[in-house]
């Protein structure tokens, strides 16, 4: 089983739609990342959490929110989805070797 | 915000030849990474430099971490078909192996020819 493991792989949903994606590790880690993927950007951080009660916005949070549920289960959703959220989306957990991403959820607004 | 300039945004290459990529910062980073994804993947370290002036080898990758603090650069040397994939710089302030936030480049998208 893979160390982090995000559903659905893919989506596509129509604009306001409310959606939330899902994360989940086995790793044990505290800390918890998302990250939006677009082509020509890189990766930008949307929201992260160091431990259960830690929620801290990223430089790209507008739009999103997340829930950390339990160490192991941290879920982003967008409350009312609109195209320019069309992206991929990754998940990661850090340990003192770096950080650990899922294979990505690709979203498609409509 | 903290911003890193990877280049080149791609590379057409034969397979064989050597590559190498780098990234600047205006900002000084405390780490340096890089990372490899391949398609339908997320992304995997490759390397990563704590020091400056540190310099690093994977097997044909080797990476380096400047005196500024400011930039790094990653080279593959003699490339083969399974190094296409796309290659991103990443980066943080915080000290050590404790990471924080993560800032990554743009992206280098390779394409190795047979």
Known sequence: ?110 | GQQLNQSPQSMFIQEGEDVSMNCTSSSIFNTWLWYKQDPGEGPVLLIALYKAGELTSNGRLTAQFGITRKDSFLNISASIPSDVGIYFCAGHTAGGTSYGKLTFGQGTILTVHP
């Not at chain 1, 505290?30 to 830690?54: A, C, E, N, T």
């Open chain 1, 1 to 110: 089983d893979a160390d982090v493991t995000q559903t659905p792989r893919n989506r596509i949903t129509k604009t306001g739609k409310r959606i939330m994606l899902e994360c989940s590790q086995t790793k044990g880690h505290d800390r918890m990342y998302w990250y939006r993927q677009d082509p020509g950007l890189g990766l930008r951080l949307i929201y992260y959490s160091f431990d259960v009660k830690d929620i801290n916005k990223g430089e790209i949070s507008d739009g999103y929110s997340v829930s950390r549920q339990a160490q192991a289960k941290f879920s982003l959703s967008l409350e009312s989805a609109i195209p320019n959220q069309t992206a991929l989306y990754f998940c990661a957990t850090e340990s003192d070797y770096g950080y650990t991403f899922g294979s990505g959820t690709r979203l498609t607004v409509v």
